[in-house]
């Protein structure tokens, strides 16, 4: 029997350069949403990494663009990716398993709505490797350096998701039914 399956939307990681030197390659992430002809090409950030503590690390290439935000209110924009995120007083003191951080999300009214929970990538994209204890931009001012939910599933094990920690930046898969902190994610108004 023969399956086709249908991809809406496909990331892929390149990096590409105006200059022949393979050095100064800039990292990227191009997205094709397949069901149209839009290509959305989204630079990738720097770490934040600036010691190199072996051979061919982030702090040994300084490769990306500088992170950039700014903040209105309770909403904090990410100028690359043009994400929003939250950043009221709800993001350093509400704790929640997955599936309520989820629902807790959706029905954000902070700023108009439109709020869900972010994806694995997206949520590692905040982490400064350059800062510790909170590992985030200090234009986050409401954030504790803990585990945050991302809405991604661990695929090996599927009653577990990915979470980042903000105390160092890492992530790692932790039980759904367990609790962390939840920051929501919307995109650019």
Known sequence: MLRHLLFTSLSVFIFFSTSSNALEAMPAIIN???SDENIDITPLKKTGQTISYQPKDDGDYQTGVTPSYS???EVVTDNI?????????EAASISKNWAD??????????????????????????????RVSPAID????NIVSSGYWSSTSYAVYS???????FNNGYQ???DKS????????????
């Open 138 to 141: 200090p234009i986050f001012s």
């Open 172 to 174: 790692d898969r932790y």
């Open 101 to 130: 951080a989820q629902t807790h999300c959706n029905a954000l009214a902070l700023d108009g709505g439109g709020w869900r929970l972010p994806t694995r990538t997206e949520l590692i994209s905040l982490s400064d490797y350059g």
């Open 32 to 34: 094709f949403l397949l």
């Open 81 to 89: 990716t043009g994400l929003e995120w939250q950043d009221d007083a």
């Open 178 to 189: 367990g609790s962390n902190y939840v920051r929501c994610v919307r995109a650019g108004q």
């Open 71 to 73: 903040k209105i209110n």
């Open 159 to 165: 009653e577990n998701a990915w979470n980042v920690t």
